[in-house]
């Protein structure tokens, strides 16, 4: 990401630039919806003209349909660190977040005396909810497109970010990670060979190593789970003796795993000064994909274009070739 300087200082808003890359992930789901509620109405109509005029019926129905598909290649909704909600969740969050602010402060805590007082279920009251809450106020909100959404959005991850803590680097790299999940969707409105994706919320342990990002695929055909494993490494000092010692802890922690996995795919990430450059064609040979951003971490803002690219292009690879260990990747920087 560029930097903005005005009268020589930097006035560069690099959150808002990634809590939009984050939000415009929900697009598909966003589709999915209109997608929904096309077939359920049997209507050719958009969603925004659906939610806005057709009947609490209708609409409560399109919003237990999205609740109750248990379909493989359901697109995906993250928090504001991209985290993966679950699919009930997803839903709640997603029809909320159109009508009603706050949905995990302040509705929440209202559908839990919902369950208590009338003896309904938290689905029920959910969705009882959404429908009254829609109904009520789309007068007032007069748009459900998603230009509209999309910065309603934007807002709402953006707390879910404050309300988080977390590692920043990991935090860009996993948006990064989503954009190339999220792009493979779009194209293919499928998530390829595989029916689920979980997106580790955290750093994982393997034995006795640490993968700072991670996916487990989960094929449509098998019961093998397809891993990918992206190590991050940052130094804020220059190269020298500390890209030797990496560069073999690393090799020798991926041999490690890959012992003990059956199938996984591998993404190493070095966000430094001065790498030597010897040691990185050394992980090049050893590794699938290598990003080296030639920059002090703190400089580090996300993905630049063309690697991102080369993201989706690898992630798309897998997306296709599932587990295939015959399948060969880019190793290009």
Request: charged share 25%.
């Amino acid at each position: 990401m560029n930097e903005l300087i005005v009268h020589t200082i930097n006035i560069a808003h690099y959150r808002l630039v990634e809590l939009t890359q984050l939000a415009d992930q929900a697009k598909p789901f966003y589709d999915w919806i209109e997608k929904q509620a096309k077939r359920v109405t049997g209507s050719h109509r958009t969603l925004n003209e659906i939610l806005l005029f057709y009947s609490k019926m209708e609409i409560e129905n399109i919003i237990n349909a999205c609740y109750v598909d248990n379909n493989d290649g359901i697109p995906l909704l993250f928090d504001g660190v991209g985290r993966v909600y679950s699919h009930n969740k997803a839903c709640f969050y997603f029809f909320a977040w159109m009508i009603r602010d706050a949905p995990q402060q302040r509705l929440l805590p209202l559908i839990s005396k919902m369950k208590k007082a009338n003896g309904v279920t938290r689905r029920e009251a959910e969705i009882d909810a959404l429908v009254e809450l829609i109904v009520e106020y789309r007068p007032i909100v007069k748009s459900f497109e998603w230009t509209a959404i999309r910065e309603i959005v934007v807002d709402r991850l953006e707390g879910s970010r404050r309300s988080i803590s977390g590692h920043r680097i990991e935090t860009l790299v996993r948006t990064a990670l989503i954009m190339a999940v999220q792009h493979y969707y779009t194209i293919y409105d499928s998530y390829g060979l595989f029916k689920e994706i979980k997106i580790a919320e955290k750093q994982i342990k393997l034995g006795k190593h640490t993968i700072d990002v991670s996916i487990e695929l989960t094929p449509k055909n098998g019961n093998d789970i397809v891993h990918l494993l992206i190590p991050v490494k940052t130094r804020e000092t220059e190269g020298g003796g500390h890209s030797h010692l990496f560069t073999r802890d690393l090799i020798t922690a991926i041999s490690d795993i890959k012992q003990n996995l059956v199938y996984c795919h591998t993404i190493v990430i070095i966000i430094a000064e001065n790498w030597s450059e010897s040691e990185i064609t050394t992980i090049d040979c050893e590794i699938d994909l290598v990003f080296y951003f030639n920059m002090n971490p703190n400089k580090f803002y996300g993905f630049d274009e063309e690697s991102q690219v080369r993201l989706n292009k690898y992630i798309e690879s897998i997306f296709r070739l599932g587990n295939d260990k015959d399948g060969k990747h880019s190793n290009s920087r």
